[in-house]
Each structure stands twice: as structure tokens, then as C-alpha cells.
């Protein structure tokens, strides 16, 4: 388990932006052209650590299959801003052989950035190799990666049953347990996309008791109101119809 107080580069009021937020824009994409791609290439392996972080945040816009070897190899860098850039680059340019590797950077990167970057890049890649450092890092990570880790866990819906089924139990577990309300929005939500991808059987039933749980349940307006959403899209009778007394009754 990280420590939250582990990392000085994440404060209470930055700890829930992107790493890149605070980075200033490559280019004014209403004025200047994207960045070429062979030229950003070969910055990727340039002895600067400068040159190689903008390179491989050129790739958080530019798709080119090219570029996933050495966005790999940067996720080892001794610069945690390359480390991060190369995720998201990663991110935007999804590989299996990726998986792997952003596996080993979520365990043992003392960055928080970093990890953000990397669960969001392992969501992306929609492989069932990510199901559960996800969902340990849901459990387990600082707030910020857990936010993260719970709408990544969402693109369990593009991999297989297996995987949804798989997602459901940190889901609900985070949803209910979780201190921090933006996770706990995030696992409602996420309980929601996977919930339209199962059929009505005892993993989707134990999901929308959570969802209805949580609505009546929990301290927080926008958690509850998430919960409704998700339920809502979800179209559940049953969950409908407890929405529809708890209101009728005054619960609110």
C-alpha cells in the first residue's frame, strides 16, 4: 500500500489534475499544425531529458504505432515528467505490449503522477492483463490513482465477460467503502457502464444493490446523484422503483 503522504509533488488541491495540467501546451492547435511525427521520433531518444519529455507528450495527440517501443522504453526514465508523458503517450497509442511493462511502472514508481498516468494508459489498452492491478490499485494506491483506477476499470466492458464480471467486486467494495467521494462517484459510474454489458444474474443483481445502497446510503449529495445516474442508465426496474419510493417516501 503507498503511503498518502508519499509524494511531495501531489498537494491536497492539485492531487486530482492530470500530471499534465501543469505543464504549458506544446502548441496552439488552433494556430500551429501538430507536431511531425519522424521529427518527434527521433526526440524520443534524445540525451535530453527535456527534448524526450516533449516528444513523447507529442504522442498524447499524434497516433503512430512507430513510437510504442520507445514510448516503452521511456517508462523507465530517470525524469518522472518523461515517465508520465510516456504514458499518456502510451494512452493514446495502445498497445498489448505495453500492458506489461505499465504493470511493472504501477508497482514500482514512487511517482503518483506517474501511476495516474499509467492506470489510465492500462485502461486504455482494454486487456484483461489490467483487471487486476487495477483493481489493486483501486484498493490499495493514493486517492488521485484511485479515482483514476476507477474509470479505468470501466473499459473492462470492451474485453470480455470474464473481465466485467472480474471489475464488479473492487467496484462495489470502493463504492461503498472508499473515504474519498470523487472514487466513490467514479465507482458508481463505472458500476453503471459495466452493469449495461451484464445479464440479469447474481454479479448484476449484487451491483445494482450497491448503486441503491449507495443512494439511500451515502453522506454525499453528488455520490448519491451519481449512483442515481448510473442506475438511471442502467434502466433497472427494480432499481427505478427504489428510487422512485425513497423519493416518494422523503428519504431526500
Known sequence: MYDEDDLSLLDAEAELESPLDKIEPLTNESEVPKPDPDEMLALLVNPLPQQRMLAARAFCDIEDARAIPHLINLLTDTCPLVRVSAAYGIGRNPSADAVEPLVSR???????????????????????????????????????????????????????????????????????????????SNCAWSIGQLCRELPSNVVYATAIDALIQTFAEDTDLGVREDAKAAILGVGDTRGLQMIETLEQEGWF
Not at 493514493?142 to 470474464?162: G, K, N
Open 106 to 184: 504501477l508497482n514500482n514508481d514512487w511517482n503518483g503522477y506517474v501511476r495516474k498516468g499509467v492506470v489510465w494508459a492500462l485502461g486504455n489498452c482494454r486487456d484483461k492483463r489490467s483487471l487486476f492491478p487495477l483493481a489493486d490499485a483501486l484498493k490499495t494506491d493514493i486517492p488521485a490513482v484511485r479515482l483514476w483506477a476507477a474509470t479505468a476499470l470501466a473499459q473492462m466492458v470492451d474485453v470480455s465477460y470474464e473481465s466485467v464480471v472480474g471489475a464488479i467486486p473492487p467496484l462495489i467494495s470502493a463504492l461503498v467503502q472508499d473515504s474519498v467521494a470523487a472514487v466513490r
